[in-house]
């Protein structure tokens, strides 16, 4: 179907476009007079599709236009394109025609303010702060004396020439294990990042130094790499930071366990000079040869002053030995007189001394004596009363009496028995009474106690029988008497 017709009678109809023609010519429209220009506005509803574009709003007070940047190009921003950020985009006006949209393609994006390799910075500086990658207790010390050093930097850099020059100077016999790496322009961070794994891997160092020269904030851009700062941080091996010169700042001396200002500095971070450490060496020994000197010195004057106040020993030997004759034989006389009245002593005890069964014994004697007179007695009182009986019988049977009699009889038979009963328990009183005292004295008999495993101690120096430790002294002769037999013994101490 022809779109242009004719009108009837020969009059021309207007034209009529399609919407796909009337949005293509508005694009080519567009494009033709507005190629490229630079829009600032702030960034709104940012985001990154899977496809690796950039869509966002772009913004001011009064209009917003879609943006779209395509992944060629948003690759190759530096920082991170936030919502509420103030941005300049180059770019060209155009149509999206299945939609008819009004959109800007983007080819370039500049922070406005800071400059955006600045601003990169900044971003991924406080993201690996937040992850604690730059927090001083994950710091490791830098071992002493390392007999290893890494190196990862530029084989043909003037830094590289720098630290060899200072290592060596420093510590002739230190190894040296260089990565060589890029350390500028596309995939340097990634080269530098595996350098740092792979003298991991190998294991010999025991400290790293990772680093440049000088160079723009461009040249340096490789150790502001977000990979470059977490292979630092995972790497088991310390590692020194040497970026560029003294003011120059990267993340990765932030990641680092050291930051030198220098390459040159590094090295002398590094490992200790041999010859400072020598001559400290030097001046430690010194100290102590001193110091041991004057210890020496003060011993000899003091050996010296000792000599002078000792006296010649074999006098004083001769002296002491007739001093020790002397005292030997006054204690042995000592001893012998005492060992005498010791005797004597314990002689007189024992005689007066008797053992428990014999009084026992004697009591029971007593008794038996006691019991006979009793029985002889009531016998003769029993033989009295019968000889009156007989007689009261005599004189009763002279009188005819007889029932009298027979009462006498009967008293007298109850009488005998009554005196016989009586006889009876003042016996077995007496016996109860002498067992009782018999087995008190046989309780508190000395014999009895040393039974039951004690003993009498007698001092031998004066016959007394010791009931205080204070009364003996030191040497003393001692006589123990035990159950069976006597010890003797000398004191070698006393404890009150």
């Not at 204690?331 to 001394?353: G, Y």
């Amino acid at each position: 179907m022809n779109h242009q017709g004719e009108l009837e009678f020969g009059v021309r109809k207007p034209r009529a476009l399609s919407v796909s023609q009337l949005v293509r010519m508005v694009r080519e429209s567009l494009e033709s007079n507005l190629d490229q220009c630079w829009v600032v506005g702030e960034v709104s509803n940012a985001r990154l599709a899977p496809s690796g574009h950039l869509y966002l709003t772009l913004k001011d007070a009064r209009s917003a236009i879609a943006v779209v940047m395509f992944r060629s190009a948003s690759e190759r921003l530096r920082f991170r394109v936030n919502d509420g950020l103030q941005v300049l985009v180059r770019g060209r006006v155009s149509l999206y025609e299945a939609r008819g949209t009004l959109q800007f393609y983007a080819e370039e994006i500049q922070p406005r303010g800071l400059g955006a390799l600045q601003l990169a910075f900044e971003q991924l500086k406080q993201k690996l702060a937040a992850e604690g990658l730059f927090d001083v207790a994950r710091k490791r010390p830098v071992p002493f004396l390392p007999r290893t050093v890494g190196i990862v930097t530029a084989l043909g850099g003037a830094a590289l020439r720098d630290m060899l020059f200072i290592l060596m100077g420093r510590n002739p016999n230190l190894h040296v294990l260089i990565r060589p790496t890029r350390v500028q322009g596309a995939g340097a961070a990634a080269d530098v990042a595996a350098g740092l794994d792979e003298l991991n891997r190998d294991g010999r160092c025991e400290v790293i130094i990772v680093g440049r020269g000088g160079g723009s904030l461009e040249d340096l851009w490789a150790f502001n790499e977000e990979i470059v700062a977490r292979a630092i941080r995972r790497s088991a091996i310390p590692v020194i930071s040497a970026v560029g010169h003294e003011i120059d700042y990267t993340i990765a001396d932030f990641a680092a366990d050291v930051r030198a200002p220098t390459p040159t500095a590094a090295a002398h971070l590094a490992t200790a000079s041999k010859e400072e450490l020598k001559q400290r060496v030097d001046e430690t020994a010194a100290t102590l040869v001193g110091a041991m000197r004057g210890v020496v010195a003060a011993y000899r004057k003091d050996v010296a002053q000792l000599a002078r106040r000792v006296r010649n020993p074999a006098a004083q030997l001769r002296q002491n030995r007739q001093r020790v004759d002397d005292a030997a034989g006054a204690l042995n006389a000592a001893a012998l007189r005492a060992l005498h009245d010791r005797r004597s002593r314990v002689t007189h005890l024992a005689q007066r001394l008797r053992a428990p069964l014999d009084v026992a014994r004697e009591l029971r004697n007593r008794a038996a004596r006691a019991a006979l007179h009793l029985a002889h007695r009531l016998s003769a009182m029993v033989q009295a009363r019968r000889v009156q009986t007989a007689r009261a019988a005599v004189n009763l049977g002279r009188s005819s009496l007889p029932q009298r009699a027979g009462a006498h009889r009967r008293e007298l038979a109850a009488h005998t028995e009554h005196l016989i009963g009586r006889m009876h328990r003042a016996v077995e009183m007496r016996r109860h009474r002498l067992a009782q005292l018999a087995a008190r004295l046989d309780s508190l008999s000395p014999l009895k106690v040393l039974e039951r495993g004690y003993a009498v101690a007698v001092n031998l120096r004066d016959g007394h029988a010791i009931t205080d430790a204070a009364s003996v002294e030191i040497g003393d002769e001692l006589e123990v008497r035990v159950n069976r037999g006597r010890i003797r013994a000398v004191t070698s101490a006393r404890q009150t």
